[in-house]
């Protein structure tokens, strides 16, 4: 049962990717040209040198932010903390199934003394960080570009709509003690309470460098992006178009496709520079994913295969555990 089910997933992961790759190369056209994409590389390889600093530099302040995560009373290490970040970032590059979270969570499991469970809840937590992050980022673009220019329309805002979202924390805490009061079994509830407790035990006493620590990183991101269109001499993107083009991939990647995001991330990009008016931008879309596939790809296969704890036994019995619960 457990294999089927990876199978379905990994079909509809395989099915999504590919739809947008076929997408995307129909649009691109002849404008594909590698010969002249590995051109440019050579000329302004320094641009290109800077942004994988800074995406390593990125990964090593996430690490420092998920310490604020756990129990202070926890006792962890930033050294796995940001291998297991790039073990993650691996696993969701070559692999149809974006399982690279469970992964880092068995991972850093395996160096601390907190269930693999709680290890998932540090990471709901992290990620809704994440979001919180890329909203701001988004408000910030939607107030330079306008809601016009961007073609969004806030009818559908109303009264009855604000009122539930506010319904939807309320009905979560509801559901949470839903699930409290059922009978499961100890060991699913203790896997219940493991996850709320990973995802509630955000050290508050430092949420200033929590809040830091996440500006720092996405503005990297920006910056990254703002690094990889200097190489492009035909490109002018200001700041904001580099933190437009940074929100609008970030929501496309939280579609739940493997191999890094390939298809939906290009499509995405696609779209914005579409709207920016930009031409011949398709290298320019191939190397942005490119550079942070191989730099993930390359590290986390590192620390992945010299990692003694990690077996593929062991491993494949983890997911089929976390698949059956």
């Given at each position: 049962?457990?294999?089927?089910?990876?199978?379905?997933?990994?079909?509809?992961?395989?099915f999504?990717t590919?739809?947008?790759?076929?997408?995307?190369?129909?649009n691109?056209?002849?404008?594909?040209?590698?010969?002249?994409?590995?051109?440019?590389?050579?000329i302004?390889?320094?641009?290109?040198?800077?942004?994988?600093?800074?995406?390593?530099?990125s990964?090593?302040?996430?690490?420092?932010?998920?310490?604020?995560?756990?129990?202070?009373?926890?006792k962890?290490?930033i050294?796995n903390?940001?291998?297991?970040?790039?073990?993650?970032?691996?696993?969701?590059?070559v692999?149809?199934?974006?399982?690279g979270?469970?992964?880092?969570?068995?991972?850093?499991a395996?160096?601390t003394?907190?269930?693999?469970s709680?290890?998932?809840?540090t990471?709901?937590m992290?990620?809704?960080?994440d979001?919180?992050?890329?909203?701001?980022?988004?408000?910030?673009?939607?107030?330079?570009?306008?809601?016009?220019?961007l073609?969004?329309?806030?009818?559908?805002?109303?009264?009855?709509?604000?009122?539930?979202?506010?319904?939807?924390?309320?009905?979560?805490?509801?559901?949470?003690?839903?699930i409290?009061?059922?009978?499961?079994?100890?060991?699913?509830?203790?896997?219940?309470?493991?996850?709320w407790?990973?995802?509630?035990?955000?050290?508050?006493?430092?949420?200033?460098y929590?809040?830091?620590?996440?500006?720092?990183i996405?503005?990297?991101?920006?910056?990254?992006?703002y690094?990889?269109?200097?190489?492009?001499?035909?490109?002018?993107?200001?700041?904001?178009d580099?933190?437009?083009?940074?929100?609008?991939?970030?929501?496309?990647?939280?579609?739940?496709?493997?191999?890094?995001?390939?298809g939906?991330?290009?499509?995405?990009?696609?779209?914005?520079?579409?709207?920016?008016?930009i031409?011949?931008?398709?290298?320019?879309?191939i190397?942005?994913?490119?550079?942070?596939?191989?730099?993930?790809?390359?590290?986390?296969?590192?620390?992945?295969?010299?990692?003694?704890?990690?077996?593929?036994k062991?491993?494949?019995?983890?997911?089929?555990?976390?698949?059956?619960n």
């Amino acid at each position: 049962m457990q294999i089927i089910k990876i199978i379905i997933h990994s079909l509809i992961s395989l099915f999504i990717t590919s739809a947008t790759i076929i997408f995307f190369i129909n649009n691109a056209g002849s404008d594909l040209t590698f010969s002249e994409l590995i051109s440019l590389i050579l000329i302004r390889w320094y641009y290109l040198f800077f942004a994988c600093i800074l995406l390593i530099l990125s990964v090593y302040l996430r690490a420092h932010r998920w310490k604020y995560l756990f129990n202070s009373s926890t006792k962890l290490n930033i050294y796995n903390l940001f291998k297991s970040q790039f073990i993650g970032y691996f696993i969701n590059c070559v692999s149809p199934l974006r399982i690279g979270d469970i992964i880092r969570s068995y991972v850093v499991a395996k160096n601390t003394k907190q269930k693999t469970s709680y290890m998932v809840g540090t990471i709901v937590m992290e990620r809704f960080l994440d979001t919180i992050t890329i909203l701001f980022f988004g408000v910030i673009v939607l107030f330079h570009y306008g809601a016009d220019y961007l073609e969004i329309n806030f009818q559908f805002i109303s009264i009855p709509f604000l009122l539930c979202l506010l319904c939807i924390p309320v009905l979560g805490y509801l559901l949470y003690k839903l699930i409290l009061n059922i009978s499961f079994p100890d060991s699913i509830n203790n896997i219940f309470k493991n996850i709320w407790e990973g995802f509630s035990d955000i050290q508050f006493s430092h949420k200033r460098y929590i809040m830091i620590y996440s500006l720092l990183i996405w503005s990297i991101y920006c910056v990254n992006v703002y690094l990889i269109q200097s190489i492009f001499s035909e490109f002018q993107l200001s700041i904001f178009d580099c933190l437009l083009i940074l929100v609008t991939s970030s929501f496309m990647l939280m579609i739940p496709v493997g191999f890094g995001g390939l298809g939906v991330f290009h499509i995405g990009v696609q779209g914005i520079l579409n709207k920016l008016g930009i031409q011949d931008y398709n290298n320019f879309i191939i190397l942005l994913h490119l550079y942070s596939l191989i730099m993930y790809t390359l590290y986390g296969a590192y620390f992945f295969f010299t990692d003694k704890n990690l077996k593929i036994k062991k491993l494949y019995n983890y997911l089929s555990d976390n698949q059956s619960n």
